[in-house]
């Protein structure tokens, strides 16, 4: 194991899985990761788990203080069409979902519904609860 790579594991580090179905790492600095091989583990691939956890942390982020101007959109096409002088606030459609993402493991319902379908897919989600990437829809009736 290369030395540099002592400095990601003294805080702690765990691994579960077997040589099968890969391994989800996790430290405190990148939180859950999947690799498909122990050999996978190295200075890059910390690297690039930190750069992977932070921008998730910073989309997440986004998406928060996105939430409230979502509320409303601008009547640009009443605009152009000389209906008013200045663009015109409208209520925007906020898409209502009638499910949530529901982790394949431990059943935790994660994430909010306005995270795209295909970052899910992607498996760019970890579950919160336990690190599980798959999830799958749960419908409110
Ligand atoms: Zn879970």
Known sequence: MEKEIL????QGISIDGNP???Y???TIWTQ???ISSLDELSVERFEKAISDFNRREELENQLLREIEPLQHDWDW??????KYDNPKPVLAEVPKRDFEWVCNECN???LTSSVSEDEIVDELHSCIECGCFEMHKRYFS
């Open 32 to 34: 859950h990761f999947k």
């Open 20 to 22: 099968k179905d890969g």
């Open 24 to 26: 989800i790492v996790f």
């Open 77 to 82: 096409r009443g605009f152009i069409d000389g």
């Open 108 to 110: 935790f319902p994660n």
């Open 7 to 10: 400095k990601y594991l003294e």
